[in-house]
């Protein structure tokens, strides 16, 4: 299974990586995907059903009100249906525990985590594959994140923590990391941007009101105002720093035009490298090693 980076050693996390750069063969010949989306999706769904096609596979695009999980059918016998039917089962979800339901439900069937409230492994993935890609290695990079201890920052925490690189988290107060990923090596916080900036080989925001935050909007909008990445932030950072986001991006708000359009910014590798990190995820559950 695949539900959160936490879960995984160090080694299986350099493993997918290793996957994700080279060709892992065809290990999902003949073999479906079940792909369950509770979220609408660009970049997870094209990448993920493009990732099951390289290895052979089939995907299955299901949409959340055709199944009616958890009302009209439960959510352990929607997983044990498409158990039936597919080699793994990947589920976009609102809440965590949907997945956690799934993975109980089908213990022999791997259930791959492509978004939850709580972790985004397969972004997290996709940066470190990026920061490898750019820089040479993961070790000993600086990464600083602008924005709030959402379900990217803690997936690229944990797994930066695991492969031995600097993560800052730069947050307003109120919005940082709980203490399960705070207290992790090489991971540190701070509700100042150009401190958590300083010295930092790569920039990475996103956006300050996520999917199912629009109550939120006002405030957090008021609360990131000062956290916007533009290029006298950038100018704190090494002078090669990268910037990356996840998208999508809002220009004028995150991240002003000249960063993430300049010369600077690794948006659309990082973008590609979507591809690549499921590719990477999806043959080590199939059981390929590098």
């Known amino acids: 299974m695949m539900l959160t980076l936490a879960e995984l050693a160090p080694e299986t996390v350099a493993d997918m990586l ?3 750069e080279n060709s892992p063969g065809k290990p ?3 073999k479906g ?5 509770e979220k609408p999706s660009a970049r997870t769904r094209h990448s993920m059903e493009m990732a099951v096609t390289a290895l052979g596979g089939h995907p299955v695009y ?5 199944v009616g999980i958890g009302g009209r ?8 249906t498409f158990a039936c039917y597919h080699s793994i089962v990947a589920a976009r979800v609102k809440d965590h525990a949907v997945l ?11 259930v791959l985590n492509m978004l939850s409230d709580i972790a985004h492994p397969l972004q997290g993935l996709a940066d470190l594959l990026t920061v490898k890609q750019l820089r040479g290695s993961i070790e000993g990079a600086k990464i600083a994140f602008i924005g709030d201890g959402n379900n990217v920052s803690r997936s690229l925490a944990v797994g930066a923590s695991k492969l031995g690189a600097q993560f800052v988290l730069a947050a307003p107060s109120g919005y940082e990391f709980g203490d399960d990923i705070a207290a992790m090596p090489g991971v540190s916080e701070t509700n100042d941007p150009r401190a958590a900036v300083d010295g930092a080989d790569f920039v990475y925001t996103d956006v300050w009101v996520s999917m199912g935050q629009d109550e939120e909007g006002e405030a957090r909008l008021a609360a990131f105002k000062p956290f916007q990445v ?19 991006a809002i220009r004028g ?8 359009d300049g010369p600077q910014s690794a948006v659309w590798r990082q973008a590609e490298n979507r591809l690549h990190s499921a590719r990477g995820a999806l043959a080590y559950l199939m059981g390929v090693r590098p």
């Not at 995907?33 to 989306?37: G, H």
């Not at 059918?73 to 044990?80: F, L, P």
């Not at 708000?253 to 993430?260: D, F, L, S």
Request: aromatic share 4%; net charge negative; hydrophobic share 55%.
């Open 230 to 248: 533009d290029e006298a932030l950038m100018a704190c950072a090494n002078p090669e720093a990268k910037f990356l986001h996840c998208l999508p």
């Open 28 to 30: 999902l010949a003949g």
């Open 62 to 66: 299901v949409r959340a009100d055709e």
């Open 18 to 20: 290793a996957l994700a």
């Open 100 to 110: 956690e339901a799934m993975q109980a439900a089908v213990p022999d069937t791997p």
């Open 33 to 37: 995907v079940a792909l369950l989306f």
């Open 253 to 260: 708000q995150e991240v002003t035009a000249p960063v993430i």
């Open 73 to 80: 059918e439960s959510v352990e016998d929607v997983a044990r």
